[in-house]
């Protein structure tokens, strides 16, 4: 089964960039497409990006798109989470998820089968 682990959050000003990582062991993590989401105090989770195995994404959360790039690095089992010119609204719990099969995208959150333990940022001054 595929674990997964977040790090790279942090404190950071507004307008301050972090890059996350998302690593996964276990088996063949080429074969997984990988989520982004983050989930602010008091608010539900939501789904940024979805990055499947070659490394294509697709975008769930548009408002962050002009400011935020995934990709993904299979070679060292790992994807990425740029995030650029980030606003006190980005403060959040990022967690990375994984789901069987290269191409598929899930459109609910449940689909999704595995979770990392999430990685705090927090943009504040």
């Known amino acids: 089964q595929l674990q997964l682990v977040e790090s790279g959050g942090g404190l950071v000003q507004p307008g301050g960039s972090l890059r996350l990582s998302c690593t996964g062991s276990?088996?063949?993590?080429?074969?997984?497409?990988i989520g982004w989401f983050r989930q602010a105090p008091g608010k539900g989770r939501e789904g940024l990006f979805c990055?499947?195995?070659?490394?294509?994404?697709?975008t769930y959360d548009f408002s962050v798109k002009h400011r935020f790039t995934t990709s993904r690095d299979n070679e060292k089992n790992t994807v990425y989470l740029e995030m650029n010119n980030l606003e006190p609204e980005d403060s959040a719990i990022y967690y990375c998820?994984?789901?069987?099969?290269?191409?598929?995208?899930?459109?609910?959150?449940?689909?999704?089968?595995?979770w990392g333990q999430g990685t705090q940022v927090t943009v504040s001054s």
């Open positions: 998820s994984a789901r069987d099969g290269r191409f598929y995208c899930p459109d609910d959150e449940y689909e999704w089968t595995n």
């Open positions: 276990g088996l063949h993590f080429e074969n997984h497409v």
């Open positions: 990055v499947s195995g070659p490394g294509g994404a697709r």
